[in-house]
C-alpha cells in the first residue's frame, strides 16, 4: 500500500521558472524524505524533515511539513535543465520505520 | 568510493528460472533494503536488513528470498521467476535503521525481465 501521493504527476515549465511538487500522506511520521531520479539511474537523496520540523531549505530546495493536514511540499527555485528528473516523497512510519514511497512527480524543465 | 553497487544491471529471465541479486556498498552502513519500482508507482520494500545478522519482510516479500552474508553484501533470490517479477529493482543502504532519521543511499538498479 502506497502512502505518500505526489502531485502533479507531471510538471513542465520553462527554465528559471519555480517548481513546487506535494505530497500527501494518510498515517503517521516520524519523518519525510524527498529523493531525486534521473532517468535510468537510482534515486538520490535530497532532504529530510523531521515531523516536529515546519520548514527546511538546503541550496535551492525548500520542504515544508504540515502534520496536521498530513501533506508537504518540496520548492525549487530557479530551476535549470539539469532539474529535469522524476521526484518522490517517502515517509517513514512511525509503527515500523519503514520508507513508504508515492508513485513520483515527473518534472521537465525547458530551456 | 565506489557506493552501492549492483549486479547485473540486466537480465532476462524465462518463467520458472532463478537467478540471484547482487548489492553491495561500501559506507561501513549497519543497514541494507530491497526495492522493486514499476511503472507508474513508486518503490515498495521486498526486504530489508537492519544490521548484519537479521533480515525481515517489507511490503512485497512474496517470491524472493534474501541473505545478509555479511556488513557489505546483501543478495535477492527470485527461486522460481514469475512475469510479474518484471520490475527494476534498487538495492540501499542506511547508516541505521529506526526512530533516528536516517537518509538511504541507492544503487542504480538492476532491470529484470521475465518471460
Known amino acids: 500500500s502506497q502512502q505518500g501521493e505526489e502531485d502533479p504527476q507531471a510538471l513542465s515549465i520553462q527554465e528559471g521558472e519555480n517548481a513546487t511538487m506535494n505530497c500527501s500522506y494518510k498515517?503517521?511520521?516520524?519523518?519525510l524524505q524527498w529523493y531525486r531520479q534521473n532517468s535510468g539511474r537510482g534515486l538520490v537523496h535530497l532532504i529530510l524533515?523531521?515531523?516536529n520540523e515546519r520548514e527546511k531549505h538546503s541550496g535551492r530546495l525548500r520542504v515544508t511539513l504540515d502534520t496536521s493536514k498530513k501533506s508537504s511540499s518540496l520548492l525549487i527555485t530557479a530551476s535549470r535543465a539539469a532539474d529535469t528528473a522524476s521526484y518522490f516523497c517517502?515517509?517513514?512510519?512511525?509503527?515500523?520505520?519503514?520508507?513508504?514511497w508515492g508513485a513520483g512527480t515527473k518534472l521537465i524543465i525547458k530551456p | 568510493n565506489a557506493g552501492v553497487t549492483q549486479t547485473p544491471k540486466f537480465q532476462v529471465l524465462k518463467t520458472g528460472q532463478s537467478m540471484t541479486l547482487q548489492c553491495a556498498q561500501d559506507?561501513?552502513?549497519?543497514?541494507m533494503y530491497w526495492y522493486r519500482q514499476d511503472p507508474g508507482m513508486g518503490l515498495r520494500l521486498i526486504y530489508y536488513?537492519?544490521?548484519?545478522?537479521?533480515?525481515d519482510k517489507g511490503e512485497v516479500p512474496n517470491g524472493y528470498n534474501v541473505s545478509r552474508l555479511n556488513k557489505r553484501e546483501f543478495s535477492l533470490r527470485l527461486e522460481s521467476a514469475a512475469p510479474s517479477q518484471t520490475s527494476v529493482y534498487f538495492c540501499?543502504?542506511?547508516?541505521?535503521?529506526?526512530?533516528?532519521?536516517?537518509?538511504?543511499?541507492f544503487g542504480p538498479g538492476t532491470r529484470l525481465t521475465v518471460t
Open positions: 540501499a543502504s542506511s547508516e541505521g535503521f529506526g526512530q533516528v532519521s536516517y537518509e538511504q543511499y
Open positions: 559506507m561501513n552502513h549497519n543497514s
Open positions: 536488513s537492519a544490521s548484519e545478522g537479521t533480515t
Open positions: 498515517t503517521s511520521i516520524n519523518n
Open positions: 524533515i523531521r515531523s
Open positions: 517517502a515517509t517513514m512510519r512511525d509503527s515500523n520505520y519503514q520508507l513508504i
